[in-house]
């Protein structure tokens, strides 16, 4: 029962958060946007009436309160509108580009997490030993290196210079045809299909996505493990529990371990909200198919439905992604649940 009433007063946030961030996202959009009648004007059109026809069509000649209001219904009815880039429903365009970003997404966010958090707690049970400053190493330069210079670094050697990974052409081999369509995810869909030949082939396209993603998850996370782990690991309840007896492997995972997700949770929130929205430099170095391509083609063509509409999106995934951070924490914490029910 906490446990629901923590669900249902956090949710009661969403409402006044989405209205927030779609009142930002429309002010900032005019105001910074350009104009975006010009973008689709042919060359040699200069005629007024041809930019009042796109005006009208898009609901810009409309004074500015008008088009506010008409946009926060439409959020609230899921209408985001129509792209200008499109053509077609901002939320069609998202959901078309959402199973690639998804396929990207959770294979580098559970690699990240898993093999951030085993190295730092490699690390810290053997502090500055030979593991713990390779392990240093690897975090720093994960860490230093933005992710589309992690991304061209492994494509100019796997893909470039050995020649072992396909470069920048998307989700497939140029040519081939898609599996057919059952969750969107092409490596599923390829082995649902019994498709061989193409689970490889999407599988070798997500390799290196994949590898620039997880760098990008497991050096923060391993930063953060093995510093809450070093700290747990002098703590008095850890002495108190070697001094009972107990093994090394539960002292570690049930004691310290435990302890030092705490902090790692808030971290991997972050991460969930930075992958799954897209990541806008590691799908367009890649030329990735998914939301954070589209987020940056609608930005660059001023295409402001499009552009309120996966800023929308983002910021429900954040306020998702915090949401199931207060749940963990619960969880990992029972001092949380106590705080919850004073």
């Known amino acids: 029962m906490q446990l629901l009433g923590l669900i249902a007063r956090r949710s009661a946030w969403v409402i006044p958060v989405a209205l927030g961030v779609a009142t930002l996202t429309f002010f900032f959009a005019r105001i910074f946007g350009g104009d975006p009648i010009g973008q689709y004007l042919p060359l040699e059109a200069s005629d007024d009436a041809l930019r009042d026809a796109i005006a009208a069509r898009y609901g810009l000649d409309l004074p500015l309160w008008q088009q506010y209001l008409n946009f926060l ?87 470039v210079t050995l020649g072992v990974l396909p470069g920048p052409v998307g989700r497939r081999s140029v040519g081939s045809e898609p599996p057919p369509q059952v969750t969107g995810f092409y490596v599923v869909d390829s082995l649902l299909a019994g498709n ?72 991997l929130a972050e991460a969930f909200s930075f992958t799954f929205g897209g990541a806008i430099l590691v799908e367009s170095i890649f030329g990735w198919p998914g939301i954070g391509q589209y987020t940056l083609q609608v930005t660059l063509a001023s295409d402001f439905p499009s552009l309120q509409g996966v800023v929308l999106y983002a910021a429900f995934l954040t306020v998702l992604a915090y949401l199931i951070a207060d749940v963990l924490y619960m969880l990992i914490d029972p001092r949380t649940r106590t705080a919850v029910r004073v």
Not at 120 to 146: E, L, Q, S, T
Not at 249 to 267: E, S
Request: glycine share 10%; no cysteine; hydrophobic share 55%.
């Open 73 to 159: 219904a439409g959020v609230f009815t899921f209408d985001l509108g129509e792209s200008m880039s499109t053509g077609q429903p901002v939320l069609n365009d998202i959901l078309s580009r959402l199973p690639a970003t998804l396929e990207l997404a959770i294979f580098g966010l559970t690699f990240g997490t898993i093999f951030g958090i085993v190295i730092g707690v490699i690390a810290a049970v053997r502090p500055d030993g030979i593991v713990d400053w390779f392990a240093r190493g690897i975090v720093i330069g994960g860490m230093a290196m933005p992710s589309f210079v992690t991304g061209l670094i492994l494509m100019l050697v796997f893909a």
């Open 196 to 267: 061989m030949d193409m689970f490889w082939d999407s599988l070798a396209h997500l390799a290196l996505p994949i590898a620039t993603l997880t760098i990008g998850v497991m050096a923060p996370v391993a930063r953060v493990v093995r510093s809450a782990m070093v700290e747990s690991l002098q703590s008095e309840y850890v002495r108190t529990s070697v001094a009972m007896g107990h093994g090394q492997t539960r002292v570690w995972f049930d004691h310290a371990l435990r302890n030092a997700l705490l902090p790692t949770v808030t971290l």
